[in-house]
Nanobody, 123 residues
């Protein structure tokens, strides 16, 4: 349902761009974003973009640790979400998971997770 790509190894200060595309029975994508899980730590929110009633109502939330460095964006026509990660730090090293809340009917919605993509930032 969610296919993520774009992870890899990068030096501190570098950049990476993650991509994720949703497929299947989709009436409406209510939210798409990224979480990450570092070794020995719990999964945490990185950034999420929530769909508003109108596109001007869309909202974005970021973890404090990535504000000013990461940018989440969506392509609604492609049911895709992207995470542009700049000024990467070793503490950004984690497996990044794409997440989406999708309605496949007017009465129901489900949470979906991508397979995870590893981002490693060397010092």
């Amino acid at each position: 349902q969610l296919q993520a790509s774009g992870g890899g190894l990068v030096q501190a200060g570098g950049f990476l761009r993650l991509s994720c595309v949703a497929s299947g029975s989709i009436l409406r994508v209510n939210a798409m974003g990224w979480y990450r899980q570092a070794p020995g730590k719990q999964r945490e929110l990185v950034a999420v973009r929530t769909t508003g009633t109108m596109i001007t109502d869309d909202s974005t939330n970021y973890a404090d640790s990535v504000k000013g460095r990461f940018t989440v964006s969506r392509d609604n026509a492609k049911n895709a979400v992207y995470l542009q990660m700049n000024s990467l730090k070793p503490e950004d090293t984690a497996v990044y998971f794409c997440h989406a809340q999708i309605s496949d009917s007017p009465w129901d919605s489900h949470d979906y997770w991508g397979q995870g993509t590893l981002v490693t930032v060397s010092s």
